[in-house]
């Protein structure tokens, strides 16, 4: 099992900056992606940003150029930095972790808050 605590979030104008942390705990050893999910009312839950155990990432077409994702092994750690930022990114978000035998992430943070006002 893996647990997954956020934090980080928060209300803020839109151009400005946020970073989200998320902290990993428990059986890490077969886990291969981290990702930041996103889910504003109403919506649908979408992939923002992900990266892999050999450092891969991905990011949405939405926050290209704009958000990082970043993975501290030593800390089990997974960073969202989140610039110039607009009210479009309000939404929670959640932290989610795959195993390398899955094709879908398999577990989750509980979310946090984001609200970017205009």
């Known amino acids: 099992q893996v647990q997954l605590v956020e934090s980080g979030g928060g209300l803020v104008q839109a151009g400005e900056s946020l970073r989200l942390s998320c902290a990993a705990s428990g059986s890490m050893f077969s886990i291969n992606a981290m990702g930041w999910y996103r889910q504003a009312p109403g919506k649908q839950r979408d992939l923002v940003a992900s990266v892999t155990s050999g450092g891969n990432t991905y990011y949405a077409d939405s926050v290209k150029g704009r958000f990082t994702i970043r993975r501290d092994i030593a800390k089990n750690t997974v960073y969202l930095q989140m610039n110039s930022l607009k009210p479009e990114d309000t939404a929670v978000y959640y932290c989610?972790?795959?195993?390398?035998?899955?094709?879908?992430?398999?577990?989750w943070g509980q979310g946090t808050q984001v609200t970017v006002s205009s």
């Open positions: 989610a972790a795959r195993d390398s035998c899955s094709k879908a992430y398999d577990y």
